[in-house]
């Protein structure tokens, strides 16, 4: 696979091709046909040859052939992390229990009681 470490400077023709050189050399390391993927995919020959050239397609039919070639991994990058303000994790910690406290006449807890000591 070719070097996409500035992947800002390609154009959408571009990464489209990028693409297409990924599902490609996918198909061929499972030892698949355009043919035999196309059928598993339940599209056609020249749909898989389209996108291998990088001529585009639709969302949906990139990840029938990611999932189909065992490279859903790839959209692990969209995954979305909340996060956290400073702020938000300091109310958090102050919100846990610093200590217990036992008012009067509180009887104790029963797992309090099966210590003899």
């Known amino acids: 696979m070719s070097d996409i470490s500035n ?3 390609y154009s959408d023709k571009s990464i489209l091709q990028e693409i297409g050189k990924f599902i490609q050399s996918k198909r061929i390391e499972k030892r698949l046909t355009q ?3 196309a059928e598993k995919a339940t599209m056609s020959r020249s749909t898989i040859s389209l ?3 990088g001529e585009g397609s639709t969302l949906a039919n ?3 052939l990611l999932r189909i070639l065992d490279a859903l991994y790839v959209l692990q990058g969209f995954e979305v992390i909340p996060k956290i303000s400073p702020m938000q994790l300091a109310m958090e910690a102050q919100a846990e229990y610093k200590r217990v406290r036992k008012r ?3 009887q104790p807890s029963s797992s309090d009681e099966d210590f003899e000591w």
Do not use: T
Request: proline share 0%; no cysteine.
């Open 7 to 9: 992947i800002f400077l």
């Open 35 to 37: 043919d035999e993927l």
């Open 62 to 64: 990139l990840i029938k």
């Open 51 to 53: 996108i291998e050239r």
């Open 104 to 106: 009067k006449g509180e």
